[in-house]
């Protein structure tokens, strides 16, 4: 690593930090001033309370970073035409796609970091901070539903809960499994008194059996030895305790592998839910790119000579980045309501303004 590569990332990160502090102290300010006198009178762990806010901000996080990334990009760079760095820097031969690449480095990484964060964090950590909220800031050690239905359309099974405990999806209590033939005629009921999940397999308690012709009549058993088992795993139940506890979850906490498997096993949606679903699917996958696209319409936004005014830079800046993200609420009603291509709807300012971004940096390199 160059000294200058070591340089102009130290000055770009001071910033960089400074603005995701600040923006992510601001969000917490708010939530402080609804939640403060409820955290006092329950008064939690001080980890706990850590542990909610990152979960609370974690869904914000896509829009803290980009916005971060343009402030700290235009400051850096602000500051180096101020002191006539950067003119110092080009005047010894060094390129300006050398001096603005930790930049990049850093926009990459963030891109990175908030898919990761998106897809493997956030929808667990914001559903259990709105659950700890909703409990008074009192720990939720259980969350009980009753009378579940549960539809496997890909297995032909109908699964009726009357009892789980939604923190812990692997223990049922009560359940009817119904079985279906590809042509949607009854081919056996099972009841049970408890279902668990034990080593990637089912094992239902006290399991008793109700067969049926090709007609749904009931008929006899055809394995009697096998119903007299007090308890029986069932391999070819490929239902997970996650598929359960997904039932109760918002959608807005689906990752996107969960969206993918919900999408999968519900086939028969109507087209305009489908629509909404699989754009916020694309869109999932679009949001982390925003860092880069933001730090690279920023870099020429911040470049300012001493006869400019800051002000100038920051307009323009700002400006591209509220563009940015108006375009995506545009694109995202007109995909929504299938007035436009849901792929192009979630992508199309992605590459707009990364298009645009291009050409202003390569006026100004």
């Not at 008064?43 to 896509?62: D, E, N």
């Not at 999940?197 to 089912?202: N, T």
């Not at 308890?231 to 979850?249: H, Q, V, Y």
């Amino acid at each position: 690593m160059s000294i200058l590569f070591r340089y102009v990332l130290k000055e770009f990160l001071i910033p960089l930090f400074y603005c995701l502090a600040g923006f992510m102290g601001i969000y917490v300010i708010f939530e402080l001033f609804e939640s403060f006198n409820r955290i006092m009178e329950n008064k939690p762990p001080l980890l706990k309370i850590a542990v909610f806010f990152l979960g609370y901000i974690s869904p914000y996080l896509q829009w803290i970073i980009p916005a971060a990334l343009l402030l700290a990009t235009l400051y850096t760079l602000w500051n180096f035409c101020r002191h006539s760095e950067i003119t110092a820097m080009r005047a010894s031969g060094i390129g300006f796609n050398v001096i603005v690449s930790p930049l990049f480095v850093i926009a990459t990484f963030m891109v990175i970091l908030v898919a990761l964060i998106n897809e493997f964090y956030a929808p667990n950590a914001s559903e259990k901070a709105m659950a700890f909220k909703k409990a008074d800031f009192k720990e939720v050690t259980s969350d009980i539903k009753t009378n579940i239905p549960f539809y496997n359309r890909t297995g032909h099974r109908v699964w009726r809960i009357n009892q789980m405990d939604i923190t812990k999806p692997n223990i049922m209590e009560g359940v009817l499994i119904s079985v279906d033939r590809p042509d949607g005629s009854s081919l056996m009921d099972i009841t049970c008194r408890k279902a668990e999940y034990l080593d990637g397999m089912w094992w239902l308690f006290y399991p008793q059996y109700q067969y049926f012709d090709e007609l749904n009549n009931p008929i006899v058993n055809p394995s009697p030895d096998l119903a007299k088992l007090v308890i029986r795993g069932f391999p070819e139940l490929d239902e997970t305790p996650e598929d359960f506890a997904l039932m109760n979850k918002a959608w807005k906490f689906y990752s996107i592998r969960n969206m993918l498997s919900y999408l999968k096993d519900n086939p028969d949606l109507d087209k305009k839910e489908v629509a909404s679903k699989r754009y916020d699917i694309h869109s999932k996958l679009a949001v982390p790119f925003s860092c880069l696209i933001i730090t690279l319409f920023a870099i020429p936004a911040g470049i300012a000579t001493s006869r400019q005014s800051v002000f100038k830079g920051v307009i323009v800046g700002i400006s591209m980045f509220m563009g940015f993200y108006a375009a995506n609420i545009g694109c995202m009603i007109l995909a929504k309501n299938s007035l436009m291509p849901i792929i192009l709807g979630a992508w199309l300012p992605n590459l707009a303004f990364f298009v645009t971004g291009l050409i202003l940096f390569h006026k100004h390199r």
